[in-house]
C-alpha cells in the first residue's frame, strides 16, 4: 500500500497560450509573398478567399498572422498540405514554406503519414511556463520522499539534449548521491533520463537512443509500468527511481526522482520505492491540472 501523501493548498490559476519566433527564418520567408488582399487587381475568387474573417487577430506583421493561421488550423488535428490550404486560405507555396519553416522550429511535425501536427516545442515551452507552479508543489512532496526513505529526491526537467534539477532535497548527512539544483546532467543515462524521454515523439525516441545506456525495449517497460529505475547506470555505484509528471494535456513535462547508493537501495529498488515515487509524480500532476483548471 502507497504511504499517504499530504495535499496542499490548490494553486493559482496556471494559464498558457505562447506563441514565439527566435529568429528570422520564419519572419522573412514571405516578405515578397504579398497577395492583394482586395481592390480591382485582385479576382473576385481570391479576394473572398483572403479577405478577413470577423474574429480574425491582425498583428499588423502578415507574415505572422499567416503563421498563427497555420497553427491555429492544427489545433484541430493532423493536416494535409492541401487541407491547410483549405483551412488557412492560404497560397499553397506560402502555406508550404511556412509549415516547413515551424517543422524546422520543432513548432510543427509530421506524422506517419506524412501529415502536420503540433510538434514537441510548444510541450516544452508549457512546461517552462508551469514550473513556477510546479516548484510551489514540489518542496513539500521532495521532503516527503526524502522523510519516508531516507534518499535524496530530485525534479528533472528535459532542456534541449539535457536534463536539468530544477529542485532537490538531499539527507544532511552520510552517504548521498548529491545533484544541486542548476545542474546539467545527460539524457543518455540515468532513471530520470529514461522517463523523459519514454513519451517522445519517434523521431525524438530514435535519436535520443542512440547514444543511450538504455535501449527502446526498456523505454516500452516504462511506459508500460509508469516508473524506471537504474542501477550503476549514470554513475558506478549509485542507484535511483524515477516517475513521470505530466501537465493538463497528460504530456510528461518533468520527473520525479529519489537516488541513493547501491548499498542502501539494493540492486532492484523499484520493488520498494517505486510506489511512493509513483504517487508522488502522481500527486503533482494532479496539482497541475487543478491549477490549470482553476480549481
Not at 524506471?228 to 520525479?256: K, M, T
Request: charged letters at 20%; a positive charge; hydrophobic letters at 40%.
Amino acid at each position: 500500500m502507497c504511504p499517504r501523501i499530504p495535499h496542499n493548498e490548490i494553486f493559482p490559476d496556471l494559464l498558457f497560450h505562447y506563441v514565439r519566433c527566435h529568429n528570422h527564418s520564419i519572419m522573412t520567408l514571405a516578405e515578397n509573398d504579398i497577395t492583394p488582399q482586395s481592390g480591382e487587381f485582385a479576382p473576385a475568387n481570391q479576394a473572398a478567399a483572403t479577405a478577413p474573417k470577423d474574429n480574425e487577430i491582425h498583428s499588423g506583421v502578415g507574415v505572422l498572422d499567416k503563421t498563427v493561421k497555420i497553427l491555429d488550423a492544427l489545433e484541430s488535428g493532423p493536416s494535409t498540405l492541401g487541407q491547410l490550404v483549405s483551412a488557412t486560405g492560404l497560397a499553397r507555396p506560402t502555406a508550404h514554406r511556412l509549415a516547413i519553416a515551424l517543422e524546422r522550429h520543432r513548432f510543427v511535425l509530421r506524422d506517419q503519414h506524412g501529415r502536420f501536427v503540433l510538434g514537441s516545442r510548444f510541450a516544452e515551452l508549457a512546461a517552462a511556463a508551469g514550473e513556477d507552479r510546479l516548484l510551489t508543489a514540489a518542496g513539500p512532496i521532495l521532503q516527503t520522499l526524502l522523510d519516508r526513505t531516507g534518499e535524496s529526491a530530485q525534479i528533472y526537467r528535459r532542456q534541449g539534449d539535457q536534463r536539468v534539477c530544477i529542485a532537490a532535497v538531499e539527507r544532511a548527512s552520510g552517504l548521498r548521491d548529491s545533484i544541486p539544483v542548476g545542474a546539467m546532467l545527460s539524457m543518455e543515462a540515468g532513471s530520470a533520463a529514461q522517463i523523459l524521454l519514454a513519451w517522445e515523439d519517434a523521431d525524438r525516441l530514435h535519436q535520443g537512443l542512440r547514444h543511450a545506456k538504455f535501449n527502446a525495449a526498456k523505454l516500452a517497460q516504462v511506459r508500460k509500468r509508469g516508473w524506471s529505475e537504474s542501477v550503476n547506470e549514470r554513475e558506478e555505484g549509485v542507484a535511483s527511481i524515477s516517475a513521470p509528471i505530466r501537465n493538463a494535456s497528460g504530456q510528461v513535462i518533468a520527473a520525479i526522482s529519489i537516488s541513493g547508493p547501491i548499498g542502501r537501495m539494493g540492486t532492484t529498488p523499484g520493488r520498494r520505492y517505486a510506489p511512493l515515487v509513483m504517487a508522488a509524480g502522481r500527486y503533482l500532476t494532479d496539482a497541475l491540472i487543478k491549477a490549470s483548471a482553476g480549481r
